[in-house]
């Protein structure tokens, strides 16, 4: 997996450059913690809170500022995880990880700066994220802290309030969960023909071809957060996925789909009057649609509009 800068990049020059340097990695970090950006840009803005509430004195003692501010919003994160578990289980329907946007289009399109952005990897798609909500929050912290920024356990355990051997095991727990629901990769031209395919199909409310584009194993995911209409539960089957996606353009007839970038990966959106009001993320397996997340809660899609 691609990296960040590690534990040891952090400078010891604590001024506000050096500090605010910092905010991409930390935002990289909280994202994949805490599953939503939202979320993520409020421990950020915590933990530069709690760096100025400390005297000058203070921060000068503080040899690795960068480490300093990891560990911290990591420590967030993990409180936040917690408490998340339970504010999920009183949501209204399915849960889905909030997508991050990319106004680009997958081909002649001008990426957002990079500086601006979560870095988009394997780490960041949206299937890994889902697998990731099925972790325990000490899991997940080791995992990506480890797995995906290369943190030493010893460092991890300072952070999770384990032992290093114990965050070992953590990590190795959550490497079997991502392991076993990996499915071979495909090559994201690929993902971008078939996605580009499902869109045609679901614009001319092609049932056969939608069946055709979809495991028959297939899932389909909506998130509304009860302030929208969406499935309370998945709808599993690929021909009940095309017909329900038929039923949907049948009844939404002024809605502009667009091919975007999901997580680092092919997607769609769906605009009514130039506003998002749903986002398509796709996990694709052996040229079928295996899983689709459709996040259509207003909370989740504000970025994709301004």
Not at 3 to 24: K, N
Not at 41 to 56: F, H, N
Not at 245 to 263: K, M, P, S
Request: aromatic fraction near 6%; glycine fraction near 6%; include cysteine.
């Amino acid at each position: 997996m691609t990296t960040r800068s590690g534990p040891g990049d952090g400078r010891s020059d604590p001024s506000l450059s050096a500090i605010m340097s910092e905010r991409r990695q930390l935002i990289n970090v909280a994202y994949r913690l805490l599953g939503s950006l939202a979320d993520a840009e409020d421990v950020v803005q915590e933990t530069y809170a709690r760096w100025y509430a400390m005297t000058p004195r203070q921060q000068e003692a503080i040899e690795t500022p960068g480490a300093w501010l990891t560990k911290v919003a990591s420590r967030i994160c993990l409180d936040l995880l917690g408490s998340a578990r339970v504010r999920r289980e009183n949501y209204v329907g399915e849960w889905i990880p909030e997508p991050l946007p990319d106004g680009a289009e997958w081909s002649g399109g001008t990426p957002a700066d990079p500086a601006d952005r979560v870095t988009l990897d394997e780490s960041i798609n949206m299937a890994f994220l889902v697998v990731l909500e099925s972790m325990t929050p000490a899991e997940r912290v080791a995992f990506i802290l480890h797995d995906v920024f290369r943190y030493p356990f010893a460092e991890v355990a300072d952070i999770v309030g384990r032992t290093p051997a114990a965050c070992r095991q953590l990590a190795s727990s959550a490497r079997r969960r991502i392991t076993s629901s990996q499915a071979p990769a495909t090559p994201t031209a690929r993902q971008a023909d078939i996605v580009r395919d499902f869109k045609q199909a679901w614009e001319a409310k092609d049932i056969q071809a939608l069946i055709g584009l979809l495991d028959p194993n297939a899932t389909a995911t909506g998130d509304g957060g009860g302030l929208v209409t969406a499935a309370l539960l998945p709808v599993e089957g690929g021909e009940q996925i095309a017909r329900y996606y038929v039923d949907l353009a049948e009844r939404a007839r002024d809605l502009t789909i667009l091919e975007r970038t999901v997580n680092g990966q092919p997607g769609l959106i769906a605009q009514h009057e130039g506003v998002t009001v749903v986002v398509i993320a796709f996990d694709i397996t052996a040229n079928r649609i295996k899983n689709i997340w459709a996040v259509r809660n207003p909370e989740k899609l504000r970025p994709w509009t301004t």
